[in-house]
């Protein structure tokens, strides 16, 4: 079984930046696909970033690309989210996800994904 933890979350300012972290435990990382997607009061869960096993593939939301930069220590099993120039409609609860299948390419959609964390949040104030 897969726990994966959030963190870093906090309550910043408009232009600020912030970096979350994703943690594993029960399987080593190393060989999967990680995602992160947020979702904010009253709307649904959206993607934010993916990264391939071995970091060589990226994807993001159009919304946050030239801001938000994924990155991950498979050494430590663990997923960054490093977030720069942050505006108000960032601010969501952000979740870490792990899909199923092995070596798979930057998945984007939440039926790729398996495993969630309980997620940590994220307020940019004004």
């Known amino acids: 079984q897969v726990q994966v933890v959030e963190s870093g979350g906090g309550l910043v300012q408009a232009g600020d930046s912030l970096r979350i972290s994703c943690a594993a435990s029960g399987r080593t990382l190393r060989y999967y696909t990680m995602g992160w997607f947020r979702q904010a009061p009253g709307k649904e869960r959206e993607f934010v970033a993916s990264?391939?096993?071995?970091?060589?593939?990226?994807r993001y939301a159009d919304s946050v690309k030239g801001r938000f930069t994924i990155s991950r220590d498979n050494a430590k099993n663990t997923v960054y989210l490093q977030m720069i120039s942050l505006k108000p409609e960032d601010t969501a609860v952000y979740y870490c996800a792990v899909p199923k299948t092995w070596y798979g390419g930057t998945y984007y959609k939440i039926e790729d994904y398996d495993y969630w964390g309980q997620g940590t949040q994220v307020t940019v104030s004004s």
């Open positions: 990264i391939t096993w071995n970091g060589g593939s990226t």
